[in-house]
């Protein structure tokens, strides 16, 4: 069992930053790719960013590319997001979830391949 907490969120204006962090439970936190999704009221939750077990590789919903950035610290058992030039369309709950079946390369974008989710935090983007 994985369990996962995301913090960070909160209510910023347009052009502003914030970053989202992912703390894992468990000590093979190294063993999972890992996600970030979002969903906005009344659509379906979304693709924002992914990156690989190592670390080495990520990937971006093009909506984002360019203004958020994933990391994570195997150490720590965390994966972050930062959020820069964010505009009010990124106003959503943002969740982060983990696959735990994913190859050591693997950046996984599809939801249905996650096997873990947080609960979500808000961030509110105010134009």
């Known amino acids: 069992q994985v369990q996962l907490v995301e913090s960070g969120g909160g209510m910023v204006q347009a052009g502003g930053s914030l970053r989202l962090s992912c703390a894992a439970s468990?000590?093979?936190?190294?063993?999972?790719?890992m996600g970030w999704f979002r969903q906005a009221p009344g659509k379906e939750r979304e693709f924002v960013a992914a990156i690989s077990r190592s670390g080495g590789s990520t990937y971006y919903a093009d909506s984002v590319k360019g203004r958020f950035t994933i990391s994570r610290d195997n150490a720590k058992s965390t994966v972050y997001l930062q959020m820069n030039s964010l505009k009010a369309e990124d106003t959503a709950v943002y969740y982060c979830a983990a696959d735990t079946q994913a190859g050591f390369l693997s950046v996984v974008i599809t939801l249905n391949a996650y096997d873990y989710w947080g609960q979500g935090t808000q961030v509110t983007v105010s134009s």
């Open positions: 468990g000590r093979a936190f190294g063993g999972y790719a």
